[in-house]
Nanobody
C-alpha cells in the first residue's frame, strides 16, 4: 500500500520562507509524478504545483509561480515544496499526492485532483501578517 507523508509545516511571518517535504513509500518512488495541493478553511482543495517523474519538468498554479519551487530527490524518495515570499493567503493545509500509474507521456505532469490517487494527511502552513 502506498503511504504518502508530508512534513515541515508551521507558522511563518509574511515574506518568510518554508520548505515542505513529502515521502511516498510502498512502491518505487521515481517512476511517478508528485503533486502539491492546498486547502484553506471553507475553500476547495486547490492545485499548487507538480513535478514529473525525473524532476526535469514542473508546473505551477499562477498564484505561486515564481515564489514556490518543487524539486525531488529520487535517491531519497522525497519531494520538496520550497515556498518563498509567503503571504497570509498562502495559509492552508498542504497536501502531497501521487497517481496510481506512471504518467503517459512520461513527462506529462498531472495537475487536477482526480489525476492523483494517493494522498497524505496534510501539513498546516500558517502565514501571519
Amino acid at each position: 500500500q502506498v503511504q504518502v507523508v508530508e512534513s515541515g509545516g508551521g507558522l511563518v511571518l509574511a515574506g518568510g520562507s518554508l520548505t515542505l517535504s513529502c515521502t511516498a513509500s510502498g512502491r518505487p518512488f521515481s517512476p511517478f509524478p508528485m503533486g502539491w495541493f492546498r486547502q484553506a478553511p471553507g475553500e476547495v482543495r486547490a492545485f499548487v504545483g507538480a513535478i514529473n517523474w525525473s524532476g526535469s519538468k514542473t508546473y505551477y498554479d499562477e498564484s505561486v509561480e515564481r515564489r514556490f519551487t518543487i524539486r525531488r530527490d529520487n535517491a531519497k524518495d522525497t519531494v520538496y515544496l520550497q515556498m518563498n515570499s509567503l503571504k497570509p493567503e498562502d495559509s492552508a493545509v498542504y497536501y502531497c499526492a501521487t497517481p496510481k500509474a506512471p504518467a503517459w507521456p512520461s513527462d506529462y505532469i498531472p495537475h487536477e485532483s482526480h489525476e492523483f490517487d494517493y494522498w497524505g494527511q496534510g501539513t498546516q502552513v500558517t502565514v501571519s501578517s
